[in-house]
Structures are given as C-alpha cells and as structure tokens.
C-alpha cells in the first residue's frame, strides 16, 4: 500500500464538491485538510477530524484548491512574434493570417527543438499551479508535420487535439476545398492515432461553417471529439455547429447572439474564454457574466499560443476575467479549476474529492480570491500533481 500523506491547517479549501463544506459551488471547507494516498485524494474536510496518515504537511493558514485544468493551449510551435506583437500595440489590428509566421518556424524546427519548447511552457505552467492541460497542433498543416507535433504532444498529455485546420495551408491558399480534402482524409489518417480531439477555426479567414462541419463530422468518424474555435473575431456559425455537433467545449465566444448564448444554456458544450486573446489583441472581452446568467457553463484558459495570447498563466486569466468580465472570483476559480474540466469532459480533475486526482496547488494567501485581489502576484507556494509534490 502506497503512504498517506495529509495536508493540514488549511485556512480555505477549494473542493468543488457541493456536497462539502458551504455548499456552494467551490464546495468551500475552512480549517480544512486533505488526504492523498498515492496518486488520489482519499479524504477532505476540517482538519480536526482528519485520519491519521504517515505523512504531514502544514499548510500554515494558507488556501488550497484544485490544479488549474489548462483546456486551451497550443504548444507544439517554433519561432517568436515579438514583432507582430509589438506592431500590434502600435495600432495593427489582429487577423488569423499571422499564424502562417509561425507555421514557417515550426516547419523548420526539429521535434528536439519542437519539444524543448513544450517542455519549457509546461514547466511554466507547472510553477503557477497548472496541473492538467490540453494542447494542440494547428502549426505543421501538413500531414507529417501535423502529426509529428501530435506525437511529441502524446507524451506529455492525453489531451491532444488535432487542429489541422487551423488555418488553409500557405501552399493551398487559393484551393482551401483541396485543403479541406486533404484534412479530412490522409491527415486525418495519420494524425487521428495520436489524438483525443478534433479542432477547427472557424472565422472568417479560416474555416466557414460548412468547411468546418465536413472535418468535424469527418473527426467523429474516425473517433475524435470535437471542441472548436468559435465566434473569436466576429459573429459566425461556430457556436451553433458546436452545439449541434455536442462539442466538449466552444472556445473563445466573444461574439455571441442571445441565440447563441441560449444554445450555449441548453447544451452540455462549455463555454471556454480565453481572456489572454482579447488582452494581447486588444479586443472586446467576452461577456462571462452575460454566459453565466443564462446558464452556460464557462471554463476560463490561457489560449497560451505565441500570436494573440503568448501567457502559460492561469492566475493572470482569472484576474482578467473577474476585472474585464464581469466574473466573481469565486466563479473565475471554478471555470479555471472545475470549468477547465468539464471542457475536457473529465471528472477525475478539477475538484478535491475522494477519488480524484490528487493534483492541488497551494498559494501563499489565506483565500483563493487573492488570486484576482492580488493580480500579477506569484502567489503559488507549491503544486502536487497525481499525489506528488512538484513545485
Ligand atoms: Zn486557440
């Protein structure tokens, strides 16, 4: 039998279980404590009753909640665009072709290079209390370099998502129905081994509704799920082809009809704002609140890409979203935690239950609101992942 440990003299703690604590939906304990025993929690609640366990960590007054569920990024890139960036603060406005820089860095780079990159953004992540994340090619849009950046992608994460149709290939600009052909059957082909989930852009410039339709529907087939990039820069068809096609999640939504939202409220495809897009492109924030009332459910990631949202950190996305989007903080911390899950259709990450993954991050404050009271803070003071300390 593997060794208990307990974590103890927690002054609040973050469960997302209803059934604990305030009832509330963080499921908030004060006093609280939580026991790992290998890679799972086996116990949560006020420390005073906790069991006994060989091991012991004081939290000293301090708050602890779920490992941020990371359900958006795209890692598998080469190359920088400090530039682009740079010209954009200066006033050019963001649109999809961008990407293409970045498509020429990837191509050249080698998978040494390639997941050297990875490795660097995931140990980012890890440091500010990302414990799950998902990730995606989208930088290769061919079929080796696609599904080689799968690949590297696969031994880091089960959350691999295949974004072929990112945007059309360079060499296919003025054939995009060639492109869709090719996505959906040789690429497909190769890249579908490697991944859980099919992704498309779908906006003007990438991918129309139709487009995207064929290579999710083509996805499904070949037993991907689908998650798309949908209504980022304009209102367009993503969010209703989302819902029509039970998508895990619909990302970005920052350009929502009340159809849309009520669609959204309808179905069991999450919401997932991408704060750190609108913050480097100086855009229209999504409306969370707007989501929120109607009865989405709203997840909250990084997007971390190196075009429009090149930040690995979740503290930043929930400040942004409780100052920009009219979220509580409460609120802000469950789609970052318990959100981030359920765009990932997972149960066993983003809560402190018994039988849950024991990943959990410790911050150097007395409440997760700090996360969003003190914007900009490295408040993490330490992260376990799968019941082992790794920060
Ligand atoms: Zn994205």
Known sequence: MS???VITNIAALVTNDPSLGDHSPLGLVR?????????RVVWTGESSKAPATDNRVDADGRAVLPGFVDSHSHLLFAGDRTEEFNARMSGRPYSAGGIRTTVAATRAASDAELEAGLTRYLAEALRQG???FETKSGYGLTTADESRALRVAARHTDEVTFLGAHIVAPELA????????LVTSEMLDACAPHARWIDV?????????DQARAILTAGKAKG???RIHANQLSHGPGV???????????DHCTHLTDADVDALAGS????????????????QWPDARRLIDAGATVALSTDCNPGSSFTSSVPFCIALAVRDMGMTPDEAVWSATAGGAAALRRDDVGRLAPGAYADLTLLDAPSHVHLAYRPGVPLVAGVWRRGVRRV
Do not use: M, N, W
């Open 3 to 5: 060794s208990s440990t």
């Open 31 to 39: 006093d609280a404590a939580v026991v790992i025993e290998g890679d």
């Open 130 to 132: 990302t414990t799950t």
């Open 174 to 181: 003025d054939d995009p129905a060639a492109y869709v052909d």
């Open 201 to 209: 852009f779908c906006e003007k410039g990438a991918f129309d509704g």
């Open 224 to 226: 991907l799920h689908p």
């Open 240 to 250: 209703q082809l989302a819902v029509e096609l039970d998508a895990a999640s619909a």
């Open 268 to 283: 069991r495809t999450v919401a997932t704002l991408l704060p750190g897009a609108e913050f480097s492109t100086r855009a």
